[in-house]
């Protein structure tokens, strides 16, 4: 050691001496009488290691074989072959040119299952310890955000119960599902809630006080547009669906319909005090219910029509079906001119929109859905526990479905197939049929929430159509991803639906 010393003090006095070699005398010397320089040691080694993984890439590069040696194609003997069968096989495909075993036949290349997997489960846990419940969900036109409301559908309070309307952009890389994007806070519980079918920001709701608002969700410090304020336009009852409408006089714009349990459906136009105003308005009583269609007495009064639901036609603009406490479900019209009874207070006469009655449950109705496939077909659920499938031809139902002893709260049908259609029940379990499996029992049973707790709200996302969002009385929204049993519509599966209405109905 005392010779490695004196060799390195010559070794730094030298003026002519390679520095890389002393630099490689510092480390060996110091690894032997230092710990403190083993780190550079390390690091030394590290470097070296980078020249080893250079040698496994060209040993791997060398390891490749060729896959082209010892390739030998007997080229006479497959030309001998294609000769010999050519007249079989010419014959053959004419045969299939003329054949119509085949028509109608899709073929469908991808994996067919019926698997449901749950993407997301999102929650807004301020509104959870409030004991809020998820009333509404709905899907922006972009299909990328999902919003829900927060309220009570079993009970609450007109004016105290601070609520909260809350949207997750499921595209968002760092997506938080106890974190949404964006919560606006409501003055009443926000009962409903619809996107604008072209405005991605854009956001409706009703309220338990009977007031419905708009709010732009791409101002998040001030996101309220337009409301209709109290006054004596406004809903006397709480607002139970909002819907954006296409206004007739004007093109491109489109306005808001609001239903309630007070009887009325009403029109608004915004105004630039951002106040929204009654263009015209609809007002279900039960001495107007076409009498002829009255299937038993409306023992209820006025509460026999209150609305809870609304589905417009897909079809025809003005036609459009409701759901009442009564247990009905009533076919109406934009387009009545009747007067209904005159009421106190209100800026514009109401018509009465009513057309026919349906058949009814055997309690409220909670939900309807007209087909987006055929102009006469709608479903139509509620406290009793059934589904039924109707025509608006007729009165009677053309399938009834129990499927549930307690209460089914929403019914939808698939955007993509025709056959296709979805049940929210208050056993705690999301409902898929497919008519084309079987008109009595579901294809696939979701159990969205434990220990019995109902699912309210439902809805498919007509731009990613694989996705279907369900919200429940635990304050939780969950997104289901369909598999592509349930998204790719089937050869002939319109013809199905036409010969499902137009048997049942003869």
């Not at 119960?161 to 409501?186: F, I």
């Not at 619809?194 to 708009?214: K, M, N, W």
């Not at 247990?327 to 209904?340: Q, W, Y």
Request: glycine share 6%.
């Amino acid at each position: 050691s005392v010779h490695g010393a004196a060799r390195l003090n010559a070794l730094g006095e030298g003026s002519m001496c390679d520095s890389r070699s002393v630099r490689l005398t510092e480390s060996v010397f110091f690894n032997q009488k230092s710990c403190q320089t083993g780190e550079v040691a390390m690091a030394e080694v590290a470097v070296q290691s980078r020249s080893s993984r250079d040698a496994a890439v060209q040993t791997d590069q060398s390891a490749v074989p060729d896959v082209q040696q010892g390739a030998c194609v007997d080229d006479s003997g497959v030309l001998a072959f294609l000769r010999r069968v050519e007249e079989v096989v010419i014959k053959e495909l004419n045969k299939n040119v003329t054949s119509r075993a085949f028509d109608g036949f899709d073929v469908n290349w991808t994996d067919q299952n019926r698997t449901v997997l749950c993407l997301h489960t999102l929650s807004y846990p301020e509104a959870q310890d409030q004991h809020l419940q998820v009333t509404g969900v709905s899907w922006n036109a972009t299909g990328s955000v999902v919003a829900c409301s927060y309220g009570r559908l079993n009970d609450g309070d007109w004016s105290t119960e601070k609520s909260y309307v809350c949207t997750w952009n499921l595209d968002r890389r760092r997506l938080d599902p106890q974190r949404p994007d964006l919560v606006v806070d409501a003055p009443s519980s926000v009962m409903c809630l619809a996107f604008h079918p072209s405005q991605p920001s854009l956001i409706a709701a009703g309220l338990f006080s009977g007031e419905t608002v708009v709010w732009d969700t791409s101002k998040p410090e001030d996101p309220l547009m337009w409301r209709t304020g109290m006054t004596d336009d406004t809903h006397t009852d709480p607002v139970y669906q909002v819907h954006w409408l296409p206004d007739a006089k004007h093109g491109n714009h489109v306005q808001l319909l609001s239903a309630s349990t007070d009887g009325k459906i009403l029109v608004w136009r915004e105004e630039r005090d951002g106040r929204l105003m009654v263009a015209e308005g609809f007002a279900l009583v039960a001495q107007q219910i076409p009498r002829s269609a009255q299937l038993r007495k409306l023992v209820w009064g006025e509460a026999a029509v209150g609305v809870t639901s609304l589905s417009f036609s897909h079809f025809d603009p003005h036609v459009f079906v409701v759901g009442v406490e009564g247990g009905f479900s009533l076919k109406c019209s934009t387009a009545a001119d009747t007067p209904a009874p005159c009421r106190t207070g209100g800026s514009v006469p109401l018509r009465a929109p009513a057309e026919l009655a349906f058949s009814p449950h055997s309690g409220p109705v909670y939900s309807v859905s007209c087909s987006p496939f055929h102009r006469n077909l709608f479903l139509s659920c509620g406290t009793d526990g059934q589904v039924h499938l109707s025509s608006m031809l007729q009165t009677q139902p053309l399938i009834s479905l129990q499927l549930s002893t307690k209460y089914l709260f929403c019914v939808r049908w698939s955007p993509v197939r025709p056959l296709v259609f979805a049940v929210a029940s208050g056993e705690g379990d999301v409902h898929l049929f497919d008519f084309e499996k079987s008109s009595q029992k579901p294809a696939v049973s979701i159990k969205q929430a434990v220990d019995e707790c109902p699912v309210y709200c439902l809805e498919f996302n007509t731009k990613q159509t694989q996705l279907l969002a369900a919200g429940d009385a635990a304050g939780t929204v969950k997104v289901w991803q369909l598999s592509s049993d349930f998204t790719e519509q089937r050869p002939r599966e319109m013809n199905h639906l036409e010969q499902l209405a137009s048997e049942l109905t003869d």
